[in-house]
Structures are given as structure tokens and as C-alpha cells.
């Protein structure tokens, strides 16, 4: 089934910034609003981003959201070692009637 | 804070019906949320299954909708999946979630904001 796409990996040093992309169509992305998630290994996935870019209480402003067209991004500054995690996107498509996700990105830090 | 809790058998037999469950404390299946199952499995990544409302509306997932059915139990604050004739294919990860509701000045939209840690299920030949 058609789902978004993200890029498999992303890695860069502590304090830098790292750019995770999801790119969709006009069906899911160009007219929906788009969440972004964390997920550890072995824990369940956390909220870090809805509605494009508000974060829910408790999330820092490290992580921030930002849409443009069909395309989707989430950044992290100051990057920390806890930030190692997969990380994805999912929004509804109305052509599908169909919540899709993104393939998941693994951020590493070095 | 919500936590969701899936449980059932971790191993299913092909062209038998896989049942799982999930537990909700924290929050209410009553509510106006909207409660949810998606799998995880290495091959196809991410994949919502279906939604329903407390007061049994659903949405399936038009891939699998003449195999799934979903309900919603009150008394137990509990929700249910039932996936019958499983193959290898449907072996993976099952999460539970919850969707709440977002609004903005021209329209209102449910996300998934709370999820389950998953629970392993195997379709076994």
C-alpha cells in the first residue's frame, strides 16, 4: 500500500541538527495535517509533533515540525545521545481512505 | 496520562482469526476519542488497520476490511480486533491507539496521540 516517504537514516554529533523529510502526494500531505513520532526500541511511539508543528506539553522546543506542499520535516537541535530512536511521520490520505505512515528514519548520534 | 495495553496470543495459526485486545486506563473508551489498531512489520512498515468511536462507528482500512471487525467493550473500558483468515502476510507487531481530536479555525481532525508497546504476533503454518 502507498505510504510516505522518509529517508532510512540520519546521523550527526551531539548539539548539531539533524533533518528527518517525509514526502507525500496531494492526497495525504498537501490536505491533511501531519504528526511526527518517536518510537525507542521496545517502547511504544510517542507523540513529538501534530497539526504540522505544535508540540504536545512536555515535549521540548528542541524538536520542532514544519510542512510546505507535500512534503513534511522534523528537526532536532542540540542533539542528545536519548535522541537515538525511530522517528516517523503519518498522516490520513482521502484518496485511500487510509491513515498512512512514513518507512520510519533511525537517527543516530555520533 | 493514558495507557493502552495490548494482550492476546502470540501465535496464530493460518486461515485461523487472530483476537487481540487492548486495556484502557487513564482515559475512557466512552469518551469522544477514537481508538485505533495498527501493525508493524519489516516488510511493509507501518499500517493502519482501522478506528472506532465508543459508540461503535468504524473505519477500516479498505485493504482489509472484509477480514477485520472491531468493537468497543464499556464495561471492561476495553477495545477489540479480530483479523480472520491470516496468512504469513499478517504476521507483525500489533499497536493499539488512541485519536483525539485537533481543531482549527475551518475544520476538526482526529490524530493518533497516545500508542500501546506493541504485542508480537506470529501467523504460523
Known amino acids: 500500500q502507498s505510504g510516505l516517504t522518509q529517508p532510512p537514516s540520519v546521523s550527526a554529533a551531539p548539539g548539531q541538527k539533524v533533518t528527518i523529510s517525509c514526502s507525500g502526494s496531494s492526497s495525504n500531505i498537501g490536505d491533511n495535517y501531519v504528526a511526527w513520532y518517536q518510537q525507542l526500541p521496545g517502547t511504544a511511539p510517542k507523540l513529538l509533533i501534530y497539526h504540522n508543528d505544535r508540540r504536545p506539553s512536555g515535549i521540548p522546543d528542541r524538536f520542532s515540525g514544519s510542512k510546505s506542499g507535500t512534503s513534511a520535516t522534523l528537526a532536532i537541535t542540540g542533539l542528545q545521545t536519548g535522541d537515538e530512536a525511530d522517528y516517523f511521520c503519518g498522516t490520513w490520505d482521502g484518496t485511500l481512505s487510509n491513515r498512512v505512515f512514513g518507512g520510519g528514519t533511525q537517527v543516530t548520534v555520533l | 496520562q493514558v495507557k493502552l495495553q495490548e494482550s492476546g496470543p502470540g501465535l496464530v495459526k493460518s486461515s485461523g482469526t487472530l483476537s487481540l485486545t487492548c486495556g484502557v486506563s487513564?482515559?475512557?473508551?466512552?469518551?469522544?476519542?477514537?481508538w485505533s489498531w495498527v501493525r508493524q512489520s519489516p516488510g511493509k512498515g507501518l499500517e493502519w488497520l482501522g478506528e472506532?468511536?465508543?459508540?461503535?462507528?468504524?473505519n477500516y482500512n479498505p485493504s482489509l476490511e472484509s477480514r477485520v471487525a472491531m468493537s468497543v467493550d464499556v464495561s471492561k473500558n476495553q477495545f477489540s480486533l479480530n483479523l480472520n483468515s491470516v496468512t504469513a502476510a499478517d504476521t507483525a507487531v500489533y499497536f493499539c491507539?488512541?485519536?483525539?481530536?485537533?481543531?482549527?479555525?475551518?475544520?476538526?481532525?482526529?490524530?493518533?496521540?497516545?500508542w500501546g508497546r506493541g504485542t508480537q504476533v506470529t501467523v504460523s503454518s
Open positions: 487513564g482515559d475512557s473508551v466512552s469518551s469522544t476519542n477514537w
Open positions: 491507539a488512541r485519536l483525539t481530536l485537533s481543531c482549527s479555525i475551518t475544520s476538526c481532525y482526529f490524530f493518533i496521540d497516545s
Open positions: 472506532i468511536s465508543h459508540g461503535g462507528s468504524t
